[in-house]
């Protein structure tokens, strides 16, 4: 069956960085667009970046120059670096891929930003 499953988060301190990752299997991965999202508590979920099979990338304004999205289809992983992190980005983390006109996601991985 398909899965999705996030790893890679923490407690880092504000300027820092981390990368996550996003092993995938039971589906043909690399034909397949992943996104990265995000949901702080109270918050509605935010999409925040996009790789497609060509690996054509999208980020959300509020990431963009500071967190990039990137895949590996030799091992069915999305990563997504972050840098220069900032307190309003503790969030956890979700990556989605949508199959058939469903959506899959991961079980999420927590970042927090924080001194």
């Known amino acids: 069956q398909v899965q999705l499953v996030e790893s890679g988060g923490g407690l880092v301190q504000p300027g820092g960085s981390l990368r996550l990752s996003c092993a995938a299997s039971?589906?043909?991965?690399?034909?397949?667009?992943i996104n990265w999202y995000r949901q702080a508590p109270g918050n509605e979920r935010e999409w925040v970046a996009l790789?497609?099979?060509?690996?054509?990338?999208k980020h959300a304004d509020s990431v963009k120059g500071r967190f990039a999205i990137s895949r590996d289809n030799a091992r069915n992983t999305v990563y997504l670096q972050m840098n220069s992190l900032k307190p309003e980005d503790t969030a956890v983390y979700y990556c989605?891929?949508?199959?058939?006109?469903?959506?899959?996601w991961g079980q999420g991985t927590q970042v927090t930003v924080s001194s």
């Open positions: 039971g589906f043909t991965f690399r034909v397949n667009a």
């Open positions: 790789i497609t099979p060509g690996e054509s990338t």
């Open positions: 989605m891929a949508t199959l058939n006109a469903k959506n899959y």
